[in-house]
């Protein structure tokens, strides 16, 4: 668990942007994640200006044998309906890479090894699907004691009402800030939760 007295880090979490989205509902998460992807990048050059680390944390699609390099060159293909997102939001060497099996980033991944490493007590949990796997992600991490924020302009979902209800759950019941990006840039973030 993380105990934010002496794991006063933040981490920058980017949960399931590189994606194909070849799946039933995918055309109508693509013009939300589009939209996410671009305060995802924001946020992303933001962590590195702060020092902040950066980890993609991302659904293999059942496909064990590809590697990161595998998974990442299929979602740039040009035919690919998630090709934009992906040329956005392409990790680089320094970001770390975890490969999850279900919707949590925290369930049989090695997650929860590398936050306490890195001493990271905060999270900023990005990316798809708000009411899936960003929803299950930021329960297990309000379970082990991380501060969360959830900006609401950097994840997305199939239906809006969806994302928005998926939110509330992670504002009432875990007490996560989901204030947008634009209105509580992360440095702000950072300062407030430092202070408390």
Same mark, same amino acid.
């Given at each position: 668990?993380?105990?934010?007295?002496?794991?006063?880090?933040?981490?920058?979490?980017?949960?399931?942007?590189?994606?194909?989205? *070849?799946? #039933?509902?995918?055309?109508?998460?693509?013009?939300?994640? /589009?939209?996410?992807?671009?305060?995802?990048?924001?946020? &992303?050059?933001? *962590?590195?200006?702060?020092?902040?680390?950066?980890?993609?944390?991302?659904?293999?699609?059942?496909?064990?044998?590809? $590697?990161?390099?595998?998974? =990442?060159?299929?979602?740039? /293909? #040009?035919?690919?309906?998630? &090709?934009?997102?992906?040329? $956005?939001?392409?990790?680089?060497?320094? !970001?770390?890479?975890? =490969?999850?099996?279900?919707?949590?980033?925290?369930?049989?991944?090695?997650? #929860?090894?590398?936050?306490?490493?890195?001493?990271?007590?905060?999270?900023?949990?990005?990316?798809?699907?708000?009411?899936?796997?960003?929803?299950?992600?930021?329960?297990? *991490?309000?379970?082990?004691?991380?501060?969360?924020?959830?900006?609401?302009?950097?994840?997305?979902?199939?239906?809006?009402?969806?994302?928005?209800?998926?939110? /509330?759950?992670? &504002? $009432?019941?875990?007490?996560?800030?989901?204030?947008? $990006? !634009?209105?509580?840039?992360?440095?702000?973030?950072?300062?407030?939760?430092?202070?408390?």
């Amino acid at each position: 668990m993380a105990d934010p007295s002496v794991s006063g880090g933040t981490a920058l979490l980017i949960l399931d942007m590189m994606n194909t989205l *070849a799946f #039933p509902g995918a055309e109508r998460l693509r013009p939300a994640a /589009e939209a996410a992807a671009r305060a995802i990048r924001s946020l &992303r050059d933001q *962590a590195d200006a702060a020092e902040v680390p950066v980890l993609y944390v991302n659904d293999n699609h059942g496909d064990w044998h590809d $590697s990161r390099e595998d998974l =990442i060159a299929r979602c740039l /293909e #040009p035919d690919c309906a998630g &090709r934009t997102i992906a040329e $956005s939001l392409r990790p680089r060497d320094r !970001d770390l890479f975890v =490969i999850k099996p279900q919707f949590s980033g925290f369930y049989a991944t090695n997650l #929860p090894v590398i936050l306490p490493q890195l001493g990271v007590g905060r999270l900023i949990v990005t990316g798809v699907a708000a009411d899936i796997c960003v929803l299950f992600t930021a329960a297990d *991490a309000h379970m082990r004691d991380y501060d969360l924020w959830i900006p609401a302009d950097a994840v997305a979902s199939e239906d809006p009402q969806r994302t928005e209800w998926a939110l /509330e759950i992670m &504002r $009432s019941s875990m007490n996560a800030d989901t204030s947008p $990006s !634009d209105r509580r840039p992360p440095s702000d973030w950072l300062d407030a939760t430092a202070a408390s």
